[in-house]
Every structure is written in C-alpha cells, then in structure tokens.
C-alpha cells in the first residue's frame, strides 16, 4: 500500500449490519494483521469520518483516479 495515496475500501460492517464503502488513506498509523482468531484486518484513516477505522475479514481495496 503507497502511503497517503487515497483508495476505496468496501467491507461488512457489522455496526450498520450491511457491506460499506469509504474513502480511506494508508499513512503511518495504518496497518495490516490477523487477529488472534486468525481473521485479517486492516487498520486505515477514514477520510469520511476523519478517524481510524478497522475492516475485519474480507474487504476489498480499489484506486480510482490519479490522487
């Protein structure tokens, strides 16, 4: 993932009980792992909400535009 470079990420969101889509951004805090129950997740910035989110299993991840 190219830092600061602006991408979709589409994922379940079991808050809203329904699949998401925001606009992120990959910087310094950002990060990938597995849990402990071994799912993946992604820790990005939320450019919709202007904070930290996590998206938990699968989720997909597409650049659009040259930004």
């Known amino acids: 993932m ?3 470079k602006t991408f979709y990420i ?3 969101a079991s808050k ?6 925001r606009q992120g951004k990959h910087d310094e805090k950002s990060r990938f792992g597995t849990s ?3 799912v993946p997740y ?8 202007n904070g930290y989110r996590t998206a ?3 989720y ?3 650049v659009r ?3």
């Open 2 to 4: 190219t830092k600061d």
């Open 10 to 12: 589409t994922y379940w």
């Open 16 to 21: 809203h009980k329904k699949h998401i889509t």
């Open 36 to 38: 402990k129950q071994g």
């Open 42 to 49: 992604y820790v990005y910035y939320d450019l919709d909400s």
């Open 56 to 58: 938990r299993g699968n």
């Open 60 to 62: 997909v991840i597409s």
């Open 65 to 67: 535009g040259g930004k």
